[in-house]
């Protein structure tokens, strides 16, 4: 039983064309969350959702746009891809907003911009 | 400065070694301490986290957080080649969003 999926796995597209990664939790959580995790590991929050309302808006280009249909869903489409936005993306979940400690992660979906 | 520093390594030692992850910090907010290991090609996943200073243990883990400098480790003891990972300390306050460190790869050869 997969808690945290999210597809595609792998992503290979064209600088300017728009593409859509979708994330599903099958846990329950309240709270999902969108990272991007450069070359260099780095990891860092995009969005956050509660219960299907924003609450963490990053410093992210309004290319990037979330959206929640329902609590165990949060997509991420993103328009007018730039070579800079080749990175694997992260969904999360936790239980609620304060057990954000206990994040449970997808798998990632690796995007390559080309 | 970034908020959170850790040594990205690579860290190399042999199988049975005590191994000590480290993270440094600036913003005196945080509050909650994490760990995260990351398999290659796969998502983090929670080690253990701890709340103010002191010490944790599950396991072979330890986690120690020294709120005062601003520092806290991972040890790992009598590690194995199943602990070969990339380590991510992450911290936190109140209700805020999680920033994690850069991580450490860590290799322990059989």
């Known amino acids: 039983d997969t808690a945290v999926s999210q597809t595609p796995k792998y992503l290979v597209t064209q600088m300017g064309n728009d593409k859509s990664i979708k994330c599903e939790q099958n846990?329950?959580?309240?709270?999902m969350y969108w990272y991007k995790q450069d070359s260099k590991k780095f990891l860092k929050i995009m969005f956050s959702?509660?219960?299907?309302?924003?609450?963490i808006n990053e410093t992210v280009p309004n290319r990037f746009s979330p959206k929640s249909p329902d609590k165990a869903h949060l997509n991420l489409h993103i328009n007018s891809l730039e070579l800079g936005d080749s990175a694997v993306y992260f969904c999360?979940?936790?239980?609620?907003?304060?057990?954000?400690?206990?994040?449970?992660f997808g798998p990632g979906t690796r995007l390559t911009v080309l | 400065q970034k908020e959170v520093e850790q040594d990205p390594g690579p860290l190399s030692v042999p199988e049975g070694a005590i191994v000590s992850l480290n993270c440094t910090y600036s913003?005196?907010?945080?509050?909650?301490f994490m760990w995260y290991r990351q398999y290659s090609r796969k998502g983090p996943e929670l080690l253990m986290y701890?709340?103010?200073?002191g010490n944790k243990e599950d396991g072979r883990f330890t986690a120690q957080v020294d709120k005062s400098s601003k520092y806290i480790s991972l040890f790992i003891r009598d590690s194995q080649p199943s602990d070969s990972a990339t380590y991510l300390c992450?911290?936190?306050?109140?209700?805020?969003?999680?920033?994690f460190g850069t991580g450490t790869k860590l290799q322990v050869i059989p």
């Open positions: 999360a979940s936790s239980q609620d907003l304060g057990r954000t400690n206990e994040q449970f």
């Open positions: 846990l329950g959580h309240d709270t």
């Open positions: 959702y509660n219960n299907k309302e924003l609450i």
């Open positions: 913003n005196s907010a945080f509050q909650y």
């Open positions: 701890t709340y103010s200073s």
């Open positions: 992450a911290m936190r306050g109140g209700y805020q969003k999680v920033t």
